[in-house]
């Protein structure tokens, strides 16, 4: 069974503080990553993707990859209350460009 | 641009009645897929068309059935609703070839009892 795994939190951060959202993943052949944002009662949203290792940044998100030790984090600089929701790790598994999912961590941008 | 449209968004089932969950999407994307996600359990995959004409099993596809009318239509059956089907059911698509990653819909919330 293919896994990718994260801290539920919540994980609480002040406003303007950075967020730092970490997920591991089992399969060594996983390519690609991907973090989604998923506010309550709606659907997921794709905020960043990553494919080699290294960091990449857009606007107030980083995404971060480490294949050698299966490890990718997402970093939240100057954090907001609406970058309260739930954080969903991705990694992609097998042929058809299937994704499995880490069940989420919380993130809450406290005033 | 719709994206990707699915109904209904609520249903509510008696155990053993049978309903279709309809998904279409208007971005030539040749992958579709049917998750669901359930408190702590996260998304989980049911069944997956990596391109039109073709479906295949998930991680949990029992109770199931999938059909690919075309390509932008993806359609997941229950044929007899039971209560651990209780969820919130999301269709996706993806550009397969690329790699990137998926655009979900709204999603359905159904409850069986």
């Known amino acids: 069974q293919k896994e990718v795994e994260q801290n539920s939190g919540p994980l609480s951060v002040p406003e303007g503080a950075i967020a730092s959202l970490n997920c591991t993943y089992s399969d060594r052949v996983s390519q690609s990553f991907f973090w989604y944002r998923q506010y309550s009662g709606k659907s997921p949203e794709l905020i960043m993707s990553i494919y080699s290792n290294g960091d990449k940044e857009d606007g107030r998100f980083t995404a971060q990859l480490n294949k050698a030790s299966q490890y990718v984090s997402l970093l939240i600089r100057d954090s907001q209350p609406s970058d309260s929701a739930t954080y969903l790790c991705a990694a992609s598994t097998g042929g058809g460009n299937k994704l499995t999912f880490g069940t989420g961590t919380q993130l809450k941008v406290e005033l | 641009n719709a994206g990707v449209t699915q109904t209904p968004k609520f249903q509510v089932l008696k155990t053993g009645q049978s309903m279709t969950l309809q998904c279409a999407q208007d971005?030539?994307?040749?992958?579709m897929y049917w998750y669901r996600q359930d408190p702590g359990m996260g998304l989980r995959l049911i069944y997956y068309s990596a391109s039109e004409g073709t479906t295949d099993k998930g991680e949990v596809p029992n109770g199931y059935n999938v059909s690919r009318l075309n390509k932008r239509e993806f359609s997941l059956r229950l044929e007899s609703a039971a209560p651990s089907q209780t969820s919130v059911y999301f269709c996706?698509?993806?550009?397969?070839?690329?790699?990137?990653?998926?655009?979900f819909g709204s999603g359905t919330r159904l409850t069986v009892v």
């Open positions: 996706a698509s993806s550009e397969a070839a690329g790699g990137g990653g998926y655009t």
């Open positions: 971005m030539n994307h040749n992958s």
